[in-house]
């Protein structure tokens, strides 16, 4: 029986980070711009440069590919310029994919467009009932799935979720809204281990928190301000926003290797590395 709770065991950390080969989705900013708000970070009247947005986000690909990894590509569909955050696109666990259902309307046709991609490509997509806003707010951790609520995600979508992914779902409320989605407070750095900003949560969601991952990195506020726990990590090497210097010096403490990117014009529209990217778990 599948259930959804808020207390894990205690996992046993890795004795030392190892990096493993990971299967990405991204999306190419060809349209990107910031016309509407729907986060604090949005301002329509900031001029965004796009050319540079997709130098940025094309070091960004190089650089996962550089490290290992594989990046497959989604076209972007003109009138969607925030479908450049592909991890709000699905959750995918063994090869099942949870589809999206987006909060605001001016992001739901990126949940169809993202199924047809799946779709097209061989997997089974579940669709939601409730919104879920994809690796956004569902983070997998080892054998769990974080599931951050409190702005974007609807709680009723947490069952849905352990129900399609066969995982455990662990809710914690955001409280926060210059952290909308988990994935701006949490990330997640092998299969025990999580960095992330207590104060982004809720009080029984940082108890939670602090009893599954006691070891996990604490960020400083200045570096989570810079969107510095919206990094990718593939078990050693972290990459992350070159403004959280903080971040990166403590990863490296703990035997992490940072991997600093430049994604400025994007956090424009309140993404970093890790909303740019969609890990496809087959």
């Known amino acids: 029986m599948i259930t959804v709770t808020s207390v894990l065991p205690r996992p046993v950390a890795a004795a030392e980070p190892v990096a493993r080969p990971r299967h990405y989705l991204m999306?190419?900013?060809?349209?990107?711009?910031?016309?509407?708000?729907?986060?604090?970070?949005?301002?329509?009247?900031?001029?965004?440069?796009?050319e540079r947005a997709i130098a940025q986000w094309e070091e960004l690909r190089r650089t996962y590919l550089d490290l290992g990894h594989r990046v497959e590509l989604i076209d972007p569909v003109p009138g969607l310029p925030d479908m450049v955050y592909a991890a709000n696109g699905a959750t995918v666990v063994d090869g099942t994919v949870l589809g999206a259902r987006f909060r605001h309307p001016e992001r739901a046709a990126e949940a169809v467009a993202y199924r047809a991609w799946f779709e097209a490509a061989g997997y089974r997509v579940v669709e939601p009932e409730f919104v879920n806003e994809g690796e956004g707010d569902l983070l997998v951790v080892g054998d769990v799935v974080l599931a951050g609520h409190g702005f974007r995600t609807d709680p009723r979508a947490h069952a849905e979720a352990a129900a399609a992914l066969g995982r455990e779902v662990v809710a914690l409320r955001l409280v926060d809204p210059r952290f909308y989605h988990l994935d701006t407070a949490v990330a997640v750095l092998d299969h025990a281990t999580i960095a992330w900003l207590p104060e982004a949560f809720a009080p029984?969601?940082?108890?939670?928190?602090?009893?599954?991952?006691?070891?996990?990195?604490?960020?400083?506020?200045?570096?989570?301000?810079?969107?510095?726990?919206?990094?990718?990590?593939?078990?050693?090497?972290?990459?992350?926003?070159?403004?959280?210097?903080?971040?990166?010096?403590?990863?490296?403490?703990?035997?992490?290797?940072?991997?600093?990117?430049?994604?400025s014009e994007l956090l424009k529209g309140g993404g970093g590395p890790k909303c740019c990217m969609l890990e496809v778990r087959s």
């Open 204 to 263: 029984q969601a940082q108890e939670v928190l602090r009893a599954r991952f006691p070891d996990a990195v604490v960020a400083d506020p200045a570096d989570a301000a810079v969107l510095g726990l919206n990094a990718v990590c593939d078990g050693r090497n972290v990459v992350l926003p070159a403004q959280a210097t903080g971040l990166a010096a403590a990863l490296r403490e703990r035997g992490y290797t940072p991997v600093p990117v430049d994604l």
């Open 27 to 50: 999306c190419r900013p060809e349209h990107f711009e910031v016309r509407y708000a729907i986060n604090p970070w949005m301002r329509p009247g900031v001029p965004v440069d796009r």
